[in-house]
Nanobody
Framework: QVQLVESGGGLVQAGGSLRLSCAAS????????MAWFRQAPGKEREFVAS????????YYTDSVKGRFTISRDNAKNTVYLEMNSLKPEDTAVYFCAARRFGGAQAMGVTQWSYWGQGTQVTVSS
């Protein structure tokens, strides 16, 4: 079992930046691909970014490419999401996820095994 706790959300103006963190505990963190998803009000949860166990391979949804960066520190059991040039449409609850089986290149919600409780990101115009 893996426990995930997100932090770093908040209210920011359009064009601003935030850095989300996801602290993991439980089984060996470095074995798992990690991902960030988000869910806006009235919408389905969607893939944002993922990173493989080594941190060398990352994947992004098109709408955040060039603005968001996912990274991980296996020594600290933490994955990060650096978000720059934020837009109002980035407003959502952001969730951290870990995948027990398979690689990082997985965009479906059901492909990920463990989830955090989420952190709210609100971008004002």
């Amino acid at each position: 079992q893996v426990q995930l706790v997100e932090s770093g959300g908040g209210l920011v103006q359009a064009g601003g930046s935030l850095r989300l963190s996801c602290a993991a505990s439980g089984r060996t963190f470095s074995n798992y691909p990690m991902a960030w998803f988000r869910q806006a009000p009235g919408k389905e949860r969607e893939f944002v970014a993922s990173i493989d166990w080594s941190g060398l391979n990352t994947y992004y949804t098109d709408s955040v490419k060039g603005r968001f960066t996912i990274s991980r520190d296996n020594a600290k059991n933490t994955v990060y999401l650096e978000m720059n040039s934020l837009k109002p449409e980035d407003t959502a609850v952001y969730f951290c996820a870990a995948r027990r089986f398979g690689g990082a290149q997985a965009m479906g919600v059901t492909q990920w095994s463990y989830w955090g409780q989420g952190t709210q990101v609100t971008v004002s115009s």
